[in-house]
């Protein structure tokens, strides 16, 4: 079964700097998306971006970036000049090619600091 | 396009009482989704439709729960009777095939007193 694991349950930072969250998962398919999911405090759940894995070059929408290490099953969300609008709780997601269903971590918790 | 629509917003309810929570898909989405939402398990996956048929309902919690999806364009979550345990918030989402995207619905959140 597919594990995906989000070490930092919260994180801050000021606004218009830049923060990455990290996101490990545990898989033993070779092909298969990844997905960093936004939860505003009104509470729907919103895609930022999306890789896959057969994709080396690493997947960008904005100023959300991804840095994606197949290797080291590792799957890190960077923000760049954050905005008061992205405090939120992001949840990193696995979906294998096969599978209808997604893993999600636990979330983090970002909080951006006028 | 209207998103996945769910119904009610809240939910109140005292313990052993019916709850039903309903969703809309997107329309041509042929994959539909019911999770759930609390602070301590994080968001779990109940059951999962595709094209009206329910694929995994391993996560359905116990008997007191069911889900139905009577056609492409409407799917109910019963508990039945409720408990405070129940108390989450409860999203839909669905997706046109299966390596996309989910598209949630704004969930409910459900209160059993």
């Known amino acids: 079964a597919q594990t995906v694991t989000q070490s930092q349950p919260e994180m801050s930072v000021q606004e218009a700097e830049t923060v990455t969250l990290s996101c490990t998962y545990d898989?033993?398919?070779?092909?298969?998306?990844l997905f960093w999911y936004k939860q505003p405090p009104s509470r729907q759940m919103i895609l930022v971006i999306r890789q896959e894995a057969y994709k080396q070059q690493n997947a960008t929408e904005n100023r959300f970036s991804v840095n994606f290490q197949k290797a080291a099953k590792s799957f890190s969300l960077k923000i760049s000049d954050s905005q008061l609008g992205d405090t939120a709780m992001y949840f990193c997601a696995f979906k294998g090619t096969n599978a209808g269903k997604s893993t999600f971590g636990d979330g983090t918790t970002l909080t951006v600091k006028p | 396009d209207a998103g996945v629509i769910q119904s009610p917003r809240h939910e109140v309810t005292e313990m052993g009482q019916e709850v039903t929570l309903r969703c809309k898909p997107i329309s041509g989405h042929d994959y539909l989704f019911w999770y759930r939402q609390t602070m301590m398990r994080g968001l779990e996956l109940l059951i999962y439709f595709n094209n009206n048929v329910p694929i995994d309902d391993s996560g359905m919690p116990e008997d007191r729960f069911s889900a139905k999806m009577p056609n492409a364009s409407f799917s109910t979550l019963k508990i039945q009777p409720s408990e405070p345990r129940d108390s989450a918030v409860y999203f839909c989402?669905?997706?046109?095939?299966?390596?996309?995207?989910?598209?949630f619905g704004n969930g409910t959140r459900l209160t059993v007193t």
């Open positions: 989402a669905s997706s046109r095939g299966r390596p996309v995207a989910l598209h």
């Open positions: 898989t033993s398919e070779n092909n298969y998306y």
